[in-house]
């Protein structure tokens, strides 16, 4: 592949980086809130009220908004850290076809919200729940607007309304199976951190890779941090630390590289397209784990990010 970077215009970095992303406004405009559903009789409710939920607790949803009629979702907990949940997102997009996507779900009040207590109608009648009111940068500059209604004591979320790019995007739990946790262990490699700088039109930009979640099976739960360029974060499930995703495909290329670890190194070439070739090309170590390279594509725009720093 060649190292140039390519301009096809200059609407800048952000605006490119926002079609490779590919965040789908419909799974959660912020990246903020799911709904969970604790009316019903029928679902088992922890024995003390110090559990929270665990990874492994699955919910079905409806989101209106989007579409004519309701959308039906399904997320499940696969990993989490001290601070969030890390969660796998399954969108239908045809009867036989689902999009999985990956996001995060606090586990603690946003920064900056505004908190009060107030009731809801649910089924079996009225429940007192905590209100989170905040506002979440989303698309190049524009801020998304969330109301999240939650029961904090186990972490539930009974309903999230998200305001963003001239749409309201409501979300209601139509069932749920919970699994329950007293405590857990945070893994050690939460907040292992890749360094990445791009030169892109004579000025130079840097993105992380960031470990943010331990998962199952000696998996991991990791972001690639747009925020430095203004664009919004993407999430990964990994089965190292640094970062490569799971969904990433092997070319069965292979491309020596000079690294930060000398010159001539012998690496993989992976990748993550849609059907136009948009989006990642990642050039692995398989002994080391590290992503020496990441390459973003839009169109004929080549954005090239080279590691600058390895995990401490």
Request: proline share 4%.
């Amino acid at each position: 592949m060649s190292n140039k970077i390519i301009q096809k215009d200059r609407s800048g970095i952000a605006t490119v980086l926002l079609v490779i992303i590919i965040v789908a406004v419909l799974v959660v405009a912020a990246g903020a809130a799911y709904v969970v559903m604790s009316g019903d009789d029928d679902k088992e409710e922890p024995e003390e009220e110090k559990q929270t939920l665990a990874p492994g607790t699955v919910m079905k949803y409806d989101i209106t908004g989007i579409a004519e009629t309701p959308i039906e979702g399904e997320v499940t907990y696969i990993g989490q850290s001290a601070e969030l949940y890390f969660v796998m997102l399954k969108i239908p997009i045809s009867e036989t076809m689902y999009s999985v996507q990956y996001d995060i779900l606090p586990k603690k009040v946003p920064k900056d919200a505004k908190v009060s207590t107030v009731e809801i109608d649910f089924e079996g009648g009225k429940k007192k729940v905590t209100l989170w009111e905040y506002s979440t940068p989303y698309l190049l500059g524009e801020n998304a607007q969330s109301k999240t209604y939650i029961d904090p004591s186990i972490g539930l979320m009974y309903k999230d309304e998200t305001t963003v790019l001239g749409m309201t995007i409501v979300q209601v739990l139509k069932e749920y199976t919970p699994q329950w946790q007293e405590s857990f262990e945070e893994s050690e490699s939460i907040g292992m951190t890749s360094e990445y700088a791009a030169n892109y039109m004579g000025q130079i930009f840097n993105l992380d890779i960031v470990c943010i979640a331990g998962c199952g099976d000696d998996q991991f739960g990791v972001m690639i941090d747009f925020s430095k360029v203004g664009s919004p974060r993407a999430y990964f499930l990994s089965d190292h630390p640094q970062g490569l995703p799971v969904d990433a495909k092997y070319t069965g290329n292979e491309y020596t590289l000079d690294t930060i670890d000398g010159e001539g190194k012998s690496v993989q070439v992976w990748n993550i397209l849609d059907e136009n070739e948009n989006g990642y090309v990642f050039y692995y170590d398989p002994v080391s784990h590290n992503v020496y390279r990441m390459v973003l594509i839009s169109g004929a725009t080549i954005v090239i990010f080279d590691l600058t720093k390895k995990p401490a």
